[in-house]
């Protein structure tokens, strides 16, 4: 307890009631959790090799740079439309039909400051109190929370790595009841990788088609780093396009993280709404963030050497780490088709011991290696997925090789 003085009476303030309860339901983000945590160990001098982050390790390209330096020259350094500047947004659809075939208008479209708040938007656009939100498992650490905060209930739909951690249209069926407003998901997916064909989102929407009454998120940050070739949204079937929201951004694909500069396309209805919510918490993203953004999505991914390059350097990599992983014994894996991460199944380790200390979870076993082999990751809890662990494969082929013969040594003295 502590004590405040106003007015020469003396109020008793119990710090267990200083924070909202919105907050105090809130979980901290994991993946950002365990970079901390390996950042302080590297500060005590251990090196650390850090798989726990979703970020590309190459640069940003050099022309997408000079656009934003040019952007300071030419004074783009005032408030910007808070949803984002025309010519951006009319790029962002220009964007969608060269890469995606979908007809959209700019007034669809909401430039947010990462994509993570253009989910935000959304949601809380959409999601009333005691409103449902199915959201399939493994799923990205930030969607359960956001529905969180916009007072909804999430019902979880778990997929294992048997399926390839995709969700059938049975599944989805049994999960939508009358209080179902919205689906989110995410392909290529954080944090497994998988890629839905498009026979696997024609086979989604036709349950779609029967429930009028839900809205479908679709987060495909990760669309151009996929392994299988042309990126499949699921905004291609008109039954139910104009129901769904694409949530994208250049963060992934452009190598652009620090840049913080995301976007949702929408029905005009929904982005009013969004642009409603953004011009009372941020505003408009960064004016020089949009101006390189402009650069980045006027460049043709199926004519680009320079972003083929990354992919394919992602794709060597993520066929080295998953002959690396598949020899440590009891990592159950698959072979993802996108993004940059696996996702194996853990639950050999569950139960064994190291002296003191017991692995019982995906966090226990995260820990120990992380204190014992000083490579970061991130538990599958996280991801609503307790049996697996995510290790990230956007570093260099150096590090990942360490990693595993690190992360292999220190399992072996598991008994």
Request: neutral net charge.
């Amino acid at each position: 307890m502590s004590t405040l003085r106003v007015k020469s009476k003396t109020l008793k303030i119990n710090k267990m009631n200083i924070l909202s309860e919105r907050i105090n339901r809130l979980a901290e983000s994991e993946t950002l959790a365990m970079t901390r945590r390996s950042r302080e160990l590297k500060e005590q001098g251990f090196d650390v090799i850090n798989l726990s982050i979703g970020q590309p390790d190459f640069n940003t390209p050099d022309h997408i740079k000079q656009a934003a330096k040019d952007a300071l020259d030419q004074n783009f350094t005032f408030y910007p439309p808070v949803s984002g500047y025309p010519d951006l947004r009319k790029a962002i659809c220009m964007k969608l039909k060269r890469d995606n075939n979908l007809d959209n208008t700019f007034d669809q479209v909401v430039v947010s400051t990462g994509a993570k708040q253009a989910l935000a938007n959304t949601m809380l656009s959409l999601v009333n109190p005691g409103d449902e939100v199915i959201v399939p498992a493994p799923y990205w650490v930030s969607y359960r929370e956001i529905v969180k905060l916009a007072e909804g209930i999430s019902v979880v739909i778990e997929a294992g790595v048997e399926t390839e951690f995709k969700i059938t249209p049975d599944q989805l069926e049994k999960a939508i009841t009358p209080k179902s407003k919205a689906f989110i998901f995410s392909s290529p997916c954080n944090p497994t990788g998988s890629v839905y064909s498009r026979e696997e989102l024609h086979a989604l929407s036709t349950v779609f088609e029967k429930h009028p009454h839900i809205f479908i998120i679709s987060d495909e940050i990760y669309e151009l780093i996929n392994f299988k070739g042309k990126h499949e949204s699921i905004a291609q079937f008109a039954s139910i396009r104009d129901r769904v929201i694409i949530i994208n951004g250049v963060s992934k694909g452009f190598a652009m993280t620090g840049w913080r500069l995301g976007y949702s396309v929408s029905s005009v209805e929904i982005a009013k709404a969004c642009d409603k919510i953004q011009g009372q918490i941020t505003s408009g993203a960064s004016s020089i963030s949009q101006r390189a953004a402009l650069a980045a999505l006027q460049i043709d991914p199926a004519k680009s050497a320079e972003l083929d390059k990354m992919v394919e350097i992602f794709k060597q990599r993520r066929n080295l780490f998953h002959d690396l992983i598949s020899d440590i014994p009891g990592f159950k894996t698959n072979l993802p088709d996108g993004a940059f991460y696996f996702f194996p199944e853990i639950t050999y380790y569950f139960g064994k011991k190291n002296g003191d200390n017991i692995i019982k979870n995906g966090t226990d076993l995260c820990n120990y290696i992380l204190d014992n082999a000083h490579v970061a990751l991130v538990s599958g809890e996280a991801f609503g997925s307790n049996n697996c662990i995510r290790l990230s494969y956007a570093t260099s082929e150096k590090d990942l090789i360490e990693a595993a013969a690190r992360i292999k040594k220190v399992l072996a003295r598991l008994t």
